[in-house]
């Protein structure tokens, strides 16, 4: 089973808008962290936020903030303001805290933002 | 602070070919991670270390594919022998802990293309 959903393939949002990207999860785990990275079309991962699953406070970086849904298991990143330089694939991303060792982070399909003039 | 270094960026081989890839996480870094992204979709964790023992490999097609993590530093992933579908490219990551709240920082990847 899918650990990470990310349902929309593709968006488009005019530039200065913001925009909602989904993501949801599976896991039966009390203690998790979410993450969201960014990839622009050279290749790169690039660390946007984080949520813990116990943080009461939804997180914010700048221009993203994460919506966190905990009853819905949902982690739904904003994007305020929307930037030409915004347009990149955009990846959800889950740790579960069951093995102290070193706990697997593993990703969702992603989602492709496309940012009009 | 230099970041996770890959080489090479790019290899392109015959099927049946073997090939190797090399990655340097940030120093400090305990846990390291192998990831393939295939075209289009999101990366799929290979192996995972902690230090230099391995936390997780069981997405990692051992018929084919192996990867070390020499005194829990560099390490490298080899295929040996290469199939057209192993055409991705292959990221590697590092944390300073494989901790729920730790992020990961990734390299620049290589581009394999099997043909």
């Known amino acids: 089973a899918q650990k990470i959903t990310q349902t929309q393939p593709g968006m488009f949002v005019q530039e200065k808008e913001a925009v909602t990207l989904d993501c949801t999860y599976d896991t039966s785990d009390q203690s998790y962290g979410l993450f969201w990275y960014k990839q622009p079309s050279s290749g790169e991962m690039i660390f946007l936020i984080y949520?813990?699953?116990?943080?009461?406070q939804n997180a914010t970086e700048g221009r993203y903030s994460l919506n966190f849904q905990k009853a819905r298991k949902s982690a739904n990143l904003v994007i305020s303001a929307s930037q030409l330089g915004d347009s990149a694939m955009y990846f959800c991303a889950m740790r579960e805290g069951y093995n102290n060792a070193g706990n697997m982070l593993t990703f969702g399909g992603g989602t492709r933002l496309m940012v009009k003039p | 602070e230099a970041g996770v270094a890959q080489s090479p960026r790019y290899k392109i081989i015959e099927k049946r070919q073997s090939v190797a890839f090399w990655c340097n996480p940030i120093s400090g870094h305990a846990t390291l991670y192998w990831y393939q992204q295939i075209l289009g979709q999101g990366p799929k964790l290979l192996i995972q270390f902690q230090n230099n023992g391995v936390v997780d490999d069981s997405q990692l097609p051992k018929d084919r594919f192996s990867a070390e993590r020499l005194k829990g530093v560099d390490s490298t992933l080899k295929i040996q022998p290469a199939k057209l579908e192993d055409s991705a490219v292959y990221l590697c990551?590092?944390?300073?802990?494989?901790?729920?709240?730790?992020?990961?920082?990734f390299g620049q990847g290589t581009r394999l293309t099997v043909v």
């Open positions: 990551a590092s944390s300073l802990r494989g901790t729920m709240n730790t992020e990961a920082f």
């Open positions: 949520q813990g699953s116990y943080d009461e």
